[in-house]
């Protein structure tokens, strides 16, 4: 596999509003979970979420552009923003040099696009009839207009693609651009995962499956990773950006590298389309690890795991039992956290913004806690670093993200050596 690193990292959520601010919170273990103030929430039975706060698009976009993007839009080009500045290929209009454009591509994912959006017009149509529905509506609600914006905002001529696997998304994407890379189909590509479902339609279709926390009181331990007590997930909202690149092109402009993907593995549960089975997620972590064990040319050794850790009971007995077969036992396992117990479930954006926690837990040699473990689940008997931070030298970790329908994802990540 040609090689392939990443460059740049952007990210939005609800501790941070940059890479450096949301990492620095969620080392400490800081939680954006509180009540929702989007949408009046009085007839919902789910009243919490990871929320963005104090998010003005206009500090990102024009203010006519703003009325034609959806929220998930706006997020994703925020972080989008910070990826290309961090990279340094954009030029101070925001923009890439001609000499570059064309082998330089985009890959958005979101697990749900506009739903805002939808559910705004919907209404509209309803209400006050179709006539009256914003031409806006489509090109705005779209999960594929989350690359076309930014591929216009940056000038990026290559690839422009969208993947839309539910949680796995963001993960799908950077495997994706991986793959793409490799193949000579670009040199660098613009990975870029954005959610922003905290609408009443999508608090009330996964309160409706009964999939989210109802610790409407206490909103800061709503989300209890591998907890006994654990009720469901909470609703987050944001985005992360990644740029990938060949290490070639990489060394070739002197550009600061964060890390190699060495590994990466895909695959389908094919039992259910909400409900897990172990053998799903351990065959996408077992092809990962044989992916970047052939890559190194010895068996990798896996020193961290960015969990996918939802918070719900079934999910998070199925990744750790997955771990734990993949490790051959507990004792073998390495440490294994979960962000969301901070930021909520951000979806399609999951992947791309722990992704970037993990690659900072690589370069900083500090893993995040797993915040509110106060009565592990013996069925998930993990390390999970509870409520405070580990400084430990890290040489490769993993991140797991997996979605309904019964897909996953797993990427492995290397500290970079020439």
């Known amino acids: 596999m040609k090689r392939v690193v990443i460059t740049g990292l952007g990210t939005i959520n609800s501790i941070g509003h940059n890479v450096e601010d949301s990492f620095k919170a969620v080392v400490a273990g800081e939680c954006g979970i509180d009540t929702i103030t989007l949408f009046d929430i009085e007839q919902f039975p789910v009243k919490i979420a990871g929320e963005v706060k104090n998010f003005d698009p206009t500090t990102v976009m024009d203010k006519k552009e703003v009325k034609k993007a959806d929220r998930f839009i706006q997020l994703g080009i925020k972080a989008a923003k910070e990826a290309m500045m961090d990279c340094g290929l954009a030029g101070e209009d925001g923009k890439v040099s001609a000499a570059d454009a064309n082998r330089f591509g985009v890959i958005s994912a979101s697990g749900i696009g506009g739903l805002s959006t939808i559910e705004k017009n919907s209404v509209v149509c309803n209400t006050r009839g179709p006539r009256r529905i914003s031409p806006f509506f489509i090109p705005s609600s779209l999960v594929n207009m989350l690359s076309g914006f930014i591929s216009i905002e940056h000038g990026l001529k290559g690839p422009s693609l969208s993947h839309v696997t539910a949680c796995a998304a963001s993960t799908h994407a950077l495997n994706d651009a991986v793959k793409t890379i490799s193949l000579n189909g670009a040199d660098r590509i613009l990975v870029v995962g954005a959610e922003s479902a ?221």
């Not at 499956?209 to 006994?228: E, G």
């Not at 094919?270 to 409900?275: F, K, S, W």
């Not at 068996?299 to 051959?328: C, M, R």
């Not at 954006?349 to 970037?356: W, Y």
Request: glycine letters at 10%; charged letters at 20%; a negative charge.
């Open 198 to 418: 905290i609408c009443g339609a999508g608090m009330g279709g996964f309160a409706a499956m009964k999939a989210l926390s109802t610790r409407n009181d206490d909103p800061k331990t709503a989300s209890r990773p591998f907890d006994i007590d654990r009720d469901g997930f909470v609703m987050g909202e944001g985005s992360g950006a990644l740029v990938v690149e060949t290490l070639d092109s990489a060394l070739a402009r002197d550009a600061k590298i964060y890390c190699e993907i060495i590994g990466f593995g895909e695959s389908a549960d094919a039992n259910h389309i909400t409900a897990p089975v172990m053998d799903g997620p351990l065959r996408a972590m077992q092809a990962a690890v044989a992916m970047a064990s052939a890559n190194l040319g010895e068996d990798v050794k896996i020193d961290y795991i960015n969990s996918h850790g939802t918070s719900t009971p079934v999910g998070d007995v199925n990744e750790a039992q997955a771990i734990v077969e993949l490790f051959n036992g507990v004792e073998n396992c390495p440490p294994v956290t979960s962000t969301k117990g901070q930021i909520g479930h951000c979806l399609g954006a999951a992947g791309a913004i722990e992704a970037i926690f993990a690659i900072k837990a690589l370069n900083e040699g500090i893993i995040p806690p797993t915040i509110n473990i106060k009565n592990q689940d013996p069925e998930c008997p993990l390390d999970c670093v509870p409520d405070t931070a580990r400084k430990v030298e890290l040489t490769t970790v993993m991140s797991n993200n997996f979605g309904f329908g019964g897909t996953n994802g797993s990427v492995i990540f290397k500290k970079y050596e020439a």
